[in-house]
C-alpha cells in the first residue's frame, strides 16, 4: 500500500486516541493558575527572584542563574553546530596561511547607491543596540542569544554589501569556529572561578570580585553578564561560521 | 452543546490545535519526497512541541515575567519556567537545522540531487 | 574532592572548547589537549566510583549551589558511577586510537582540530547523560550525543552524509518526543527533578498521563537506542561513519540512552503501577523482535561493519529484554550487558578501522589468511566473536546467563529459547568470518602502511594497544565476572533499581 496512505492512517488514529485522552480531563486547563504545572516551582521563583539574584527578568534568571548548567551545554550545542557544518563542507583547497585564495575576490556585492549610504548608517546602530541588549538583559527583555544575532546580522550586512575588498570585518570560518570555542570557555571560567573560592560550580554568590561590590547578592549581576558575554561571543561566532561556510559554495548569477 | 464546544476550546482548544501541529509535522517527514520539504517539517514539528509547553505555562490575568516595582505575588506573572526551558530548545533546534542545511548542500554536491526517489535510484539502498 | 562530579565533565569540555584555538597555533598539541583531558576525566571516574563503593551513599552535587527541586543536580550512585568509568575509559582510548587517522596536517589545520572537538563533545554528552539528575538537563545532553554523532558521520566514508541526514531526522522526532513526554510530566507535577518526580508521581491519581508519558519516553529512548521498530536509522549509520569514531558510537552511544530508560523506568515510574505490567510486555515484544530481526539480517551481508551493525539492533535488543523482565536477574543481566557488550562491540569495530587503515579491508571475502599479515589484529578478532557468541569464559556468556536466569524466574520460558536460538545465529554469522579469516585465500591487497618502512609488522602502536586492551577486558570481565557481580553489581541494582 501507498506509505502516504499507512502514515496517514497510523497518525489519526495517534490523534484520535489523543483526543480522547483530552476530553478525558487529563491535561491543566489553559490559563489556569493552581494547576500543578504553575504551583511548586514557579511562585518561587517569582517571588524570591530578585531577592537571590537582583534580576527583576525572571525568565534570565531562571536561565542563567537557578538552570545555568542547561545555558552552558545549549551554547556548546551550538558551538558544536559551527564546528560541524564547517567540517561536512570542508573545502579541498590548501589553505595557505596568509595567501588571500582566488575565489574570495570574486566577491558577492549587492551593492547600489541606496544599499551602499543605509549600510553605513545601520551598522553602528545595530551594534549599539546589540550591546544595550547584553547590557540590559537581567533588567528587561533580552540576553545572550538576542545580542549575538543581533551582532552577526551587523556582521551579515557588512559582508554582504560591499564588494571583498572594502569590507570592515576579517572573519574565516575556522576564525569564526576558534572565537566561538573561545566564546565558550568565557562561560565556563566563569563558573569555575567560584570553585576556586568555596563555591559549587556556577554559583555566583562566590565569585572572588568581592572587592568590586557592596554586598555578595550584587555578585549575581556580574555573574550571569560575564556567563551572556560568553554566550553572546558563541552565538555571533557560530552564525558567522555558517554563513561564511555557506557563502564559500555559492555562485550567484545576477 | 455550543456552550459545552465553547467551553472545551478555551480551556483545552489550544493543546489539540498544538497535537495536530505535530502530526502534521511527523506525517510530512515520513511522506514528503524532497529533503528539504523534511527539514521545514521538522522545524514545524520542533515549533509544535515549544508552543505545547508555552501553553502550560499561562495564567489567567498574568503578565510579561519580568517583575513590575513593588509587585510580587505569583498570580501576576505567567510562569517563566516554560520560557527559559523553551528558549534552549529553540537554540538546539536551530542548531540541528544548521547542520541539516549543511548535510544537504553536502548531498546535492555528491548526488546532484535532494529527492528522495531519484537518490534512491543511484543506489542508495533503503 | 567533592568537586569530582563536574570536574569530570569540565575537563574534557575544556579540551573540546579550546582545541581549535590551540590547533591554530600548533596543530599537535590541540589533539594532544583531548586525548590529556579525556584521560584525566578517566583518573578521576575511577576515583569517583571507588568512593561510592566505599561509602555506598550516592554523591549528590548542586550546580550553582542551589537546592535540587529549585537547581540542577548531578547524582552518581552504584550504577552511575560504573557507566561513567566505562564511557570515561572507552573515550580516552577511543581518541588515542584515532591520532593516525587524522595526523595533524599542516596546511590544513582545521580538519584534526575539528574531529577531536567534535569526538570529545560525544563523549562529554554520554557522561553528562549518565550524571545528571535533572530530566531536562537530560534532553540537552541528548542533543548534545546527537549532533556530535551527525557530525562524526557525516564526516565518514562514501554514503556518510546521507545516512547522517537520516540519523538527524529521526533522531530529532525521538528527541522530540522524548521532551513531549517531560511536558506531560511535567504538567502533571509541577517539578522536573528525577527524585522529585518520584515522589510526586505517586501522590497523584491521574494515570492516564503517567500512560502518555511512558508511551513518549519509549519511542524516544527507543529510536535513540535503536530498538526494534525504530532501527532504521541504525545500520547505515553505523557502516558509514568515520572508522576511528565508529568504535565509540556503535559501542557506547546506544548503550547509554538504554541506561537513561532504566534509570526512568525503575527509578521515576513505579513499577507497581497498573499500566507498568502492559508496558514491559510491549518492551518485551520489541526487544525479542529485535534481537531476531537483528541475527537473522546479519545473515545476509557481506560487508564487515554492516554485519557488526546488524548484531548491535540483536543486542540492544538483549538489554530491552533485562528491562522488560523487571526482576533482579533481568536488571543484573541488563547492566552486564551493557558493561560487556560495550566492551566486544567496541573491540570489533577496534579492529574492523585497523584493517581499513592497513589495507583498506570492507568486505569479508578480502579476509583471506590476515592473521598472518596482522597477528595480533586476529587473535582479538577471534576472542571477541567468540565473547559475542556467548561461549564461556569470555564476558558474553555471563550476561546472557543472568538474563536466563530472569527470565526462568519471571517463567517466561519463551525468552530462554529466544536467548539460545540468537546465539546459534550469530554462532553462524560469526564462523562464517572465521572460515574466511582462516581457510580463505590470500587477497593481494594494497599495504598503506608498510611494515618495511615503519619497522612493525601490524598498524601502529596507538592503534593497538587499545584493540588489544578490548580483548583483554573481555575475557577479565568473564573470568572475574562473580567478583563483580557480587560485591558491586547485586548491592548497586538491589538499592537503586528496585528498593
Known amino acids: 500500500m501507498d506509505k502516504v496512505k499507512i502514515t496517514g492512517v497510523i497518525v489519526i488514529i495517534a490523534g484520535v486516541i489523543l483526543a480522547g485522552f483530552i476530553l478525558g480531563d487529563f491535561l491543566p486547563t489553559v490559563g489556569d493558575a493552581t494547576s500543578s504545572a504553575n504551583s511548586y516551582l514557579s511562585p518561587y521563583y517569582i517571588e524570591h527572584a530578585l531577592h537571590d539574584t537582583e534580576a527583576p527578568n525572571l525568565v534570565t534568571a531562571v536561565l542563567a542563574d537557578y538552570r545555568g548548567f542547561d545555558t552552558l551545554f545549549e551554547t556548546c550545542v551550538m558551538f558544536l553546530a559551527g564546528v560541524t557544518a564547517l567540517m561536512v563542507l570542508l573545502s579541498k583547497r590548501k589553505i595557505v596561511k596568509g595567501q588571500r585564495n582566488p575565489s574570495d575576490t570574486n566577491g558577492i556585492s549587492f551593492s547600489g547607491t541606496v544599499l551602499d549610504t543605509a549600510f553605513r548608517v545601520l551598522i553602528p546602530v545595530i551594534l549599539i543596540y546589540a550591546f544595550y541588549v547584553l547590557a540590559h538583559g537581567e533588567i528587561s527583555l533580552g540576553g545572550g542569544f538576542q545580542a549575538g544575532a543581533l551582532l552577526a546580522i551587523a556582521y551579515m550586512i557588512d559582508r554582504l554589501i560591499p564588494s571583498f575588498q572594502n569590507r570592515l570585518g576579517f572573519f574565516t570560518e575556522e576564525t569564526a569556529a576558534m572565537t566561538a570555542g573561545v566564546g565558550v570557555f568565557i562561560y565556563i571560567f566563569t563558573g569555575i572561578l567560584p570553585m576556586f573560592n568555596g563555591g559549587n560550580f556556577l554559583e555566583y554568590g562566590k565569585l572572588p570580585f568581592e572587592f568590586a561590590v557592596e554586598a555578595a547578592v550584587m555578585l549575581h549581576p556580574v555573574g550571569i553578564f560575564l556567563i551572556e558575554l560568553g554566550v553572546t561571543v558563541c552565538v555571533m561566532a557560530t552564525i558567522i561560521n555558517i554563513l561564511e561556510v555557506v557563502l564559500e559554495r555559492t555562485k550567484f548569477d545576477d | 452543546m455550543i456552550d459545552i464546544l465553547q467551553g472545551f476550546l ?117 | ?59 549528590h552535587y548542586w550546580m550553582g549551589g542551589w537546592a535540587p527541586p529549585y537547581g540542577i543536580e548531578f547524582v552518581i550512585d552504584g550504577v552511575n558511577g560504573i557507566i561513567i568509568v566505562l564511557v570515561a575509559f572507552i573515550g580516552a582510548f577511543t581518541s588515542l586510537f584515532s591520532s593516525p587517522f587524522e595526523e595533524a596536517n599542516p596546511n590544513h589545520r582545521f580538519k584534526s582540530a575539528g574531529y577531536y572537538s567534535i569526538l570529545c563533545f560525544l563523549v562529554i554528552g554520554l557522561l553528562g547523560l549518565s550524571s545528571t539528575g535533572d530530566a531536562f538537563n537530560l534532553y540537552v545532553f541528548m542533543e548534545i550525543v546527537a549532533l556530535s554523532g551527525y557530525g562524526l558521520i557525516a564526516i565518514g566514508e562514501e554514503k556518510g552524509p546521507i545516512a547522517a541526514f537520516r540519523y538527524l531526522l529521526t533522531g530529532t522526532i525521538g528527541a522530540c518526543m522524548y521532551l513531549m513526554g517531560v511536558g506531560f510530566l511535567y504538567s502533571a507535577t509541577g517539578t522536573l527533578n528525577m527524585a522529585d518526580l518520584a515522589i510526586k508521581l505517586k501522590e497523584i491519581d491521574n494515570t492516564h498521563i503517567i500512560i502518555l508519558a511512558m508511551a513518549c519516553m519509549i519511542v524516544g529512548f527507543g529510536i535513540k537506542m535503536a530498538l526494534f521498530p525504530l532501527h532504521g536509522w541504525q545500520p547505515p549509520a553505523h557502516s558509514y561513519a568515520h572508522p576511528a569514531a565508529d568504535p ?162 519471571n517463567g517466561q520460558y519463551f525468552y530462554v529459547a529466544v536467548l539460545i536460538v540468537s546465539s546459534l545465529l550469530s554462532a553462524i554469522y560469526f564462523f562464517r568470518i572465521f572460515e574466511r579469516l582462516f581457510m580463505g585465500e590470500e587477497k593481494q591487497l594494497e599495504d598503506h602502511y608498510p611494515a618495511a618502512e615503519h619497522g612493525r609488522k601490524e598498524v601502529p602502536l596507538r592503534m593497538i594497544i587499545p584493540v588489544v586492551i578490548a580483548a583483554v577486558m573481555v575475557v577479565l570481565l568473564g573470568l572475574g565476572n562473580t567478583f563483580i557481580v557480587n560485591n558491586v553489581l547485586e548491592i548497586t541494582v538491589m538499592e537503586v533499581f528496585l528498593g
Open chain 3, 1 to 59: 574532592m567533592n568537586h569530582i562530579p563536574v570536574l569530570i565533565i569540565l575537563f574534557p569540555l575544556c579540551g573540546a572548547v579550546l582545541c581549535p584555538l590551540i590547533s591554530f597555533l600548533n596543530p599537535a598539541w590541540g589533539k594532544r589537549a583531548v586525548v590529556g583531558t579525556l584521560f584525566a576525566s578517566f583518573a578521576l571516574s575511577v576515583i569517583q566510583l571507588a568512593g561510592i563503593v566505599q561509602t555506598g551513599e550516592p554523591v
Open chain 2, 10 to 126: 478555551a480551556e483545552k482548544g489550544i493543546y489539540m490545535l498544538t497535537f495536530i501541529l505535530m502530526g502534521l509535522g511527523i506525517f510530512g517527514m515520513i511522506c514528503c519526497g524532497n529533503y528539504m520539504k523534511k527539514v521545514v517539517c521538522m522545524n514545524i514539528m520542533q515549533v509544535a512541541i515549544i508552543f505545547f509547553f508555552l501553553t502550560l505555562g499561562q495564567k489567567d490575568g498574568g503578565t510579561l515575567p519580568v517583575l513590575v516595582k513593588d509587585i510580587f505575588e505569583a498570580e501576576a506573572y505567567i510562569n517563566p519556567l516554560p520560557h527559559a526551558l523553551m528558549l534552549t530548545a529553540i537554540v538546539v533546534s536551530l542548531g540541528t537545522t544548521g547542520v541539516a542545511l549543511a548535510l544537504l548542500m553536502k548531498i546535492k554536491e555528491i548526488y546532484g540531487t535532494i529527492e528522495e526517489e531519484e537518490i534512491t535510484g543511484k543506489g542508495w539502498k533503503k
Open chain 3, 248 to 409: 565509540m558510537i556503535a559501542g557506547v552511544m546506544i548503550k547509554i540512552p538504554a541506561y537513561g530508560m532504566m534509570r526512568f523506568f525503575f527509578c521515576i515510574f513505579e513499577e507497581t503501577h497498573p499500566a507498568a505490567e502492559v508496558v514491559f510486555n510491549i518492551i518485551g515484544v520489541m526487544a525479542v523482535c529485535g534481537i531476531l530481526f537483528g541475527s537473522l539480517k546479519a545473515l545476509r551481508y557481506d560487508k564487515y561493519n554492516k554485519i557488526l551493525a546488524y548484531s548491535s539492533i540483536g543486542q540492544v535488543g538483549y538489554i530491552a529484554l533485562g528491562i522488560s523482565l523487571g526482576n533482579f536477574y533481568g536488571l543484573v543481566g541488563a547492566v552486564l550487558h551493557i558493561l560487556s557488550h560495550a566492551f566486544m562491540k567496541t573491540g570489533l569495530f577496534y579492529t574492523s578501522a585497523a584493517l581499513k587503515y592497513k589495507f583498506g579491508i570492507h568486505y569479508t571475502d578480502e579476509l583471506g589468511q590476515i592473521y598472518r599479515k596482522m597477528p595480533v589484529t586476529g587473535t582479538a578478532m577471534v576472542a571477541l566473536s567468540l565473547s559475542m557468541i556467548g561461549l564461556p569464559p569470555f564476558a558474553g556468556f555471563f550476561s546472557k546467563w543472568y538474563l536466563a536466569l530472569g527470565a526462568i524466574q
